[in-house]
């Protein structure tokens, strides 16, 4: 509807009799532009112009006056398409019309020969020359920002000289011989050695009619006016109907950000004299310029081809961690790699797997096995053989037999960052089985791609790096652990939870998504080419059910990984209360606007959030909370509608479609979400399968549901989005904080004030302002969430603290890391009749307050940000939990005790101390008085603490786990696990059982501008 308004504007435009001259853009006739179908997305755009070009010829020969068309260049992924669009389209008509070419892209120099050439041709032919205007560049800040985010390397030029430079080789090349007579040229500039050397070298070659002078109107009068009287000169100016005044602010405020860059010219003009300061510095920079022509490289900055051998750089060697970089296909040679891989996977057969469990010999023939079926045509692909009972009880012994944890974590580093590498190598495998698979897109899956190299290559890192910083710390692998993976990130989770307990030495009994299985098999083939043994990582497809009953109730299973669905949790913790589950378990995620939102930027954020991967994600925003004056933005609703609709959806090999299909048929709660409409709702966009398909679910909207409905309280893993009114932003973070998950949160506004009230008040656990809420990257943006949406410690996936879950920790003399405090120096003081063990014990406490004193002021009260991308803060910071109880055993001792209390005292946390009969009970609280450590002592039965557990927030005991202590068998009733470890030495480590964390992803930027930031950035450089 957008690119139909903009259509309907220029076509208005084009017929008015006063009129004679527009620019277009093409993202404005064409809003789905999806690059990587480079041939559709150009048809579509033609289509468009076609229609405008036919139209101008039209209104020439009605109007009797000429009707120009320039083609403005927007952003580098841009370039390829406007051009070849260009050509393509206006090759059909004898008619003169423009496009714009930006010097400060290397490229631009070798486009401009082949838009000469086509130009001289169809001169040649009879037909108008085309009009190239020569522009400087006016994205740069945009595209250093998408470069930054990217991981992709600035495909402009890095210094203004050498712009300059390309600006003025453009030239030449035009001037070369007789060229000028087959193209006309516009010379944008208001830099006047630039004008003065153009106009000179243009008349000495006698070709003034072939060029026009163009500047902005209001940048430079007395130029623009002087030049008007020698020469043909266009003054541009932005013209827009009132109501759309926002839009020509923002043209000036990029005007203004542009003349006041350093760099730029029009910096220095004002005020300018012959032969002052600026005019020296200006000239000699001028004449650089043309010093540096004959060396100027011109090669394309952007070089990833997936076509070649992938070289990255380890962090195994290089002892740090940078995040891989996606693929970008605006590059041709990408899209001709993805091209490949669409015709090697889209008609695959016969792919099978089936469970590796170290050398022990499979007969596949005794196993059951399961079809596997696209999504798309429901055809058979391949074949899953299936575990039972025998061959998961065979993989425990394999695994308890395993010699992997003997390797040192150095050995174990190499071994994976090879797997790193073999990933990077078989992406388009990885990318084509994924995408027939589970159907989705291949933009998708490749970033997966990306985030399980991140995971190979950080997780080790991760570990070296804790070693490092504490090196009196002992660290050793816990056992055995269970990775039950998803289908909805069949390659970034998967590989995540294999990775992370592999790099701390344990052994991983994998168990993939029965809907990703082939996948799996393949992801698995990767560690063991690398050198993971196959008795180091099992790959076991299985059912469920048989996993629940043969493995994880074995007492050998020292942890496990899940994400999945609450159900699921529940149901493992139940098969063992003591299980030691880490699990990521849904999320009903909420994006609040607020009424100083940029509403088109929202909109743009809430459609990648909430329908990217077709819903098909636990971070997906599924409900849209607006204000009041927002809900009742009618043009903020059909643009949203609008753009929505527009999402194609089909088979992930046909490149134009943005959305694929559902991996698994709509389950109970989605049917219902579909069938049952509250009489105050509707739907905005109703959803429909196509075809009939159950797997290939276009997109909704329901508008006008309340706090409380079903589709508000309910994860439903579909593209369906429901809208709610809020009357202001309190109201809109309670509705959302009601929902009882708390995984990811969004929230556009401008007004910082408040980002700050949102960001505090929100519970979950990845906030985002100003951007989607979905692509966590690892180290940028931690993942995981708390309340409902996270079973375990806290411990976020793709930080430093996530590995520690599986590693015992262990340190007996305290390292550097101290600082004095208010305890430590009291226990200092304190005089009591101890026996020798106890003495001991208070000497340890106090080392362990100066411990946890130093390490919470130097990493559990900062926010810190690892990244620094630019345009944003991506922090990470700690939050403190609510409460913990802390039930005594016989068997704790005085300084297991002391150092339960010391914690929750230092950071104020409210702790209970359960106790039924304790000989140091009565010494404890003597102690903790004299010291100032508050703190509730209770003594009670064990049945009357069971009934406090679902008031704490975390629960600490020190028993032997047994699946049959009704303690344990309480907490796993409510997804409460258990805090076994006693209490460390070191801070570092002690803190993150009081600990949640919280990852904060702020987009400060607009448009590529930093606005203030960098105003402040540049005073701290000074």
Not at 65 to 94: C, G, H, V, W, Y
Not at 101 to 114: E, N, R, T, V, W
Not at 593 to 601: I, N, P
Not at 794 to 817: E, H, M, P
């Amino acid at each position: 509807m957008e690119s139909s308004f903009r259509l309907k504007k220029y076509e208005e435009a084009i017929k008015s009799n006063s009129i004679t001259y527009i620019s277009i853009k093409i993202t404005t006739i064409f809003s789905q532009i999806n690059i990587i179908d480079f041939e559709y997305s150009k048809k579509e755009a033609t289509k468009r112009l076609d229609y405008l070009y036919s139209l101008a010829l039209q209104e020439e020969k009605r109007q009797n006056q000429p009707k120009f068309i320039n083609l403005d260049m927007e952003e580098f992924r841009d370039l390829e398409l406007t051009i070849e669009s260009f050509m393509e389209s206006i090759a059909k008509f004898d008619i003169y019309a423009g496009i714009v070419l930006q010097a400060y892209i290397p490229d631009s120099y070798h486009y401009l020969k082949k838009l000469f050439a086509f130009s001289k041709e169809r001169v040649l032919k009879g037909k108008k020359p085309i009009k190239i205007r020569f522009v400087k560049g006016a994205n740069m800040e945009s595209e250093e920002t998408i470069a930054s985010q990217k991981g992709w390397e600035l495909p402009t030029f890095n210094n203004k000289i050498d712009t300059d430079s390309n600006y003025n080789k453009m030239l030449d090349f035009i001037l070369q011989g007789d060229n000028y007579k087959y193209i006309h040229i516009g010379i944008a500039s208001h830099n006047i050695f630039e004008i003065a050397y153009a106009y000179t070298r243009i008349t000495h070659a006698n070709a003034l009619p072939s060029f026009t002078f163009e500047m902005l109107e209001g940048m430079s009068l007395q130029c623009s006016y002087e030049l008007s009287k020698i020469h043909n000169l266009i003054l541009y100016a932005p013209v827009c109907e009132e109501s759309h005044f926002n839009n020509a602010i923002a043209y000036l405020v990029r005007r203004l950000d542009e003349n006041t860059s350093e760099e730029n010219f029009m910096r220095y003009f004002f005020n300018l004299v012959v032969n002052d300061k600026n005019w020296n510095t200006q000239k000699e920079i001028f004449l650089k310029s043309l010093a540096g022509i004959p060396t100027l490289n011109n090669d394309s900055r952007r070089k990833q081809d997936r076509n070649k051998e992938q070289i990255a750089k380890s962090s195994y060697t290089s002892n740090s961690f940078t995040n891989e970089s996606d693929t970008d296909f605006i590059l041709s040679q990408n899209r001709q790699w993805a091209k490949k891989i669409a015709k090697k996977y889209q008609n695959l057969e016969n792919y099978e797997a089936y469970p590796v469990i170290g050398e022990y010999n499979i007969n596949k023939e005794s196993l059951a096995s399961k079809s596997i079926k696209d999504k798309i045509h429901q055809k058979e692909i391949g074949k899953v053989y299936l575990a039972r009972e025998k061959e998961i009880k065979q993989a425990l012994e394999v695994a308890k037999n395993s010699n992997f944890k003997q390797k040192s974590f150095e050995d174990i580093h190499k071994i994976l960052a090879q797997t790193a590498q073999i990933l990077r190598e078989r992406r388009g495998d990885l990318i084509g089985l994924a995408a027939l698979e589970v159907g989705k897109t291949f933009i998708e899956i490749d970033a997966e791609v990306s985030e399980a190299i991140d995971f190979l290559e950080f997780y080790p890192h991760s570990l070296k790096e804790l070693q490092v910083q504490n090196p009196k710390t002992t660290f050793t692998p816990k056992g055995i652990g269970v990775s039950i993976a998803p289908w909805n990130f069949p390659i970034g989770i998967s590989v995540g939870t294999i990775a992370a307990p592999l790099a701390a030495g344990n052994v991983v009994i994998y168990k993939p998504s029965s809907l990703s299985t082939l996948t799996g098999y393949m992801l698995a083939q990767c560690f063991y080419d690398s050198g993971i043994p196959k008795d180091a990582l099992i790959f076991l497809p299985s059912n469920g059910s048989d996993i629940s009953t043969h493995l994880l109730k074995d007492s050998a299973i020292n942890f496990a990984i899940l994400t999945g669905g609450e159900e699921t949790a529940y149901a493992m913790l139940e098969s063992n209360p003591t299980l030691l589950l880490s699990a990521e378990t849904g999320g009903k995620n909420a994006t609040i606007v607020s009424k100083f939102a940029d509403r088109d930027s929202a909109i743009k954020n809430i459609i990648h959030s909430a329908f990217s991967n077709s819903g098909q994600k636990c971070s997906a925003t599924s409900l849209l909370i607006l204000e009041e004056e927002v809900y009742e933005d009618e043009n903020f609703k059909n643009t949203l509608v609008d753009a929505t609709s527009s999402l194609r959806v089909g088979s992930p090999f046909e490149f134009k479609n943005k959305l694929g299909a559902l991996a698994d048929k709509p389950n109970a709660k989605v049917l219902k979400a579909l069938e049952e409409l509250a009489p105050y709702e509707e739907w905005a966009l109703k959803p429909t399968f196509i075809e009939d398909n159950p797997h290939l679910m276009t997109t909704g909207i329901k508008y006008g549901t309340k706090a409380g409905d079903f589709t508000h309280c309910n994860e439903l893993f579909a593209p369906i989005l429901s809208v709610i009114k809020a009357k202001d932003l309190k109201e809109a973070i309670e509705i959302a904080n009601s929902t009882g998950y708390g995984l990811t949160a969004g929230f556009e506004s401008l007004d910082e004030r408040e980002w700050d009230f949102f960001h505090t008040h929100i519970q979950a656990g990845n906030i985002y302002i100003n951007k989607p809420t979905t692509g966590a990257i690892v180290l940028r943006q931690p993942f995981g969430g708390i309340k409902k949406s996270a079973i375990g410690y806290g411990r976020k996936v793709g930080f430093y603290n996530y590995i520690t879950q599986f590693l015992n920790i262990t340190q007996t003399q305290a390292d550097n890391n101290l600082e004095q405090n208010l305890i430590s120096t009291a226990l200092q003081n304190l005089n009591l009749e101890l026996s020798k063990d106890d003495k001991e014990y208070l000497s340890t406490l106090n080392l362990m307050a100066q411990s946890y004193t130093y390490h919470l002021h130097n990493e559990f009260e900062k926010a810190k940000d690892y990244v620094n991308i630019r345009g944003e803060d991506n922090l990470f910071s700690y939050t403190k939990i609510a409460n913990m109880a802390y039930r005594v055993s016989q068997n704790d001792t005085l300084k297991d005790i002391l150092g339960s209390i010391l914690g929750a005292s230092l950071l104020e946390i409210p702790l209970l101390v359960s106790f039924e009969k304790h000989s140091k009970i009565t010494l404890a609280q003597e102690i903790c008085q004299k010291l100032g450590m508050k703190v509730g002592f209770v003594k009670e039965n064990q049945q009357d603490f069971i009934h406090k557990i679902p008031t704490f927030e975390r629960i600490r005991y020190f028993q032997t786990p047994n699946p049959k202590d009704p303690i344990y068998q309480e907490c796993a009733k409510g997804a409460k696990i258990i805090i076994r470890e006693k209490p460390s030495l070191n801070g570092r480590f002690e803190w993150l059982y009081y600990h949640n964390e919280k990852s904060l992803s702020i987009s400060y930027h607009r448009y590529g501008n930093l606005g203030i930031r960098a105003l402040k950035n540049f005073k701290e450089s000074l």
